[in-house]
């Protein structure tokens, strides 16, 4: 099972932040938070991962809560190009298989 | 520089016949897998191999599923025979190792439609 919560959908207007929430109370210690998102016909994609720090590359920027149990993605200018369903997965880097939940469906609106 | 190719991407078959889908992962990925992704649900684990060697295929349905990867390069995933619930799209992806961690790269899926 997914280690995972997040919410099944949300919108956002093109342009602005969009938030993406996401639990992972029972998260460990050695646990990641990683990020893929899914465009409709199209495998998984690498968004981003953290373990405590707050990260940001050229696609988005991770926010973990000081007790890491949520976290939240934040792709900072939306998209139509960013509809597509974000996964939010804990995974240690010792060779755990990546769980993936039923994900949050993102749909950027003009 | 090609990512993960399958073929064939779409597939329909009848009940009871057999199917194969095939995955060439990136160049020097020696970690590849093999997910089943229902419609509305995210990707499930079904087999996972280092090199040649399939290190984790507890999700797999051994009574009809069966993987190859005999080089260590490219992999097949066989159904025999399928049933109605296999319908679903079949994605495989790579990595340069899957114990520490490196980005896993999926290709485009194989979509089985059983009917």
């Known amino acids: 099972d997914a280690k995972t919560t997040q919410p099944p959908s949300m919108d956002c207007a093109e342009g602005r932040a969009a938030n993406l929430p996401c639990n992972h109370s029972?998260?460990?210690?050695?646990?990641?938070v990683y990020w893929y998102r899914q465009i409709h016909s199209q495998g998984p994609q690498y968004i981003i991962h953290?373990?405590?720090n707050n990260e940001t590359n050229e696609m988005a920027s991770l926010i973990i809560t000081e007790d890491r149990k949520s976290s939240t993605l934040i792709l900072p200018h939306a998209t139509l190009r960013d509809t597509a369903v974000y996964y939010c997965?804990?995974?240690?880097?010792?060779?755990?298989?990546?769980?993936f939940g039923p994900g949050t469906r993102l749909s950027v609106l003009p | 520089e090609a990512g993960v190719v399958q073929s064939p991407r779409y597939k329909i078959i009848e009940k009871k016949q057999p199917v194969a889908f095939w995955c060439n992962p990136i160049?020097?990925?020696?970690?590849l897998y093999w997910y089943r992704q229902n419609l509305g649900q995210g990707p499930e684990l079904l087999i996972r191999?280092?090199?040649?060697?399939?290190?984790?295929d507890s999700q797999l349905p051994k009574d009809r599923f069966s993987a190859e990867r005999l080089k260590g390069v490219d992999s097949t995933l066989k159904i025999q025979p399928a049933e109605l619930g296999d319908s679903a799209v079949y994605l495989c992806?790579?990595?340069?190792?899957?114990?520490?961690?490196?980005?896993?790269?999926f290709g485009p899926g194989t979509r089985l439609t059983v009917l």
């Open positions: 992806a790579s990595t340069l190792a899957g114990g520490a961690y490196n980005e896993q790269f």
């Open positions: 953290g373990l405590k």
């Open positions: 160049s020097g990925h020696n970690t």
């Open positions: 191999y280092e090199n040649e060697e399939a290190v984790d």
């Open positions: 997965i804990v995974r240690n880097n010792y060779g755990q298989n990546f769980v």
């Open positions: 029972t998260i460990s210690g050695n646990e990641y």
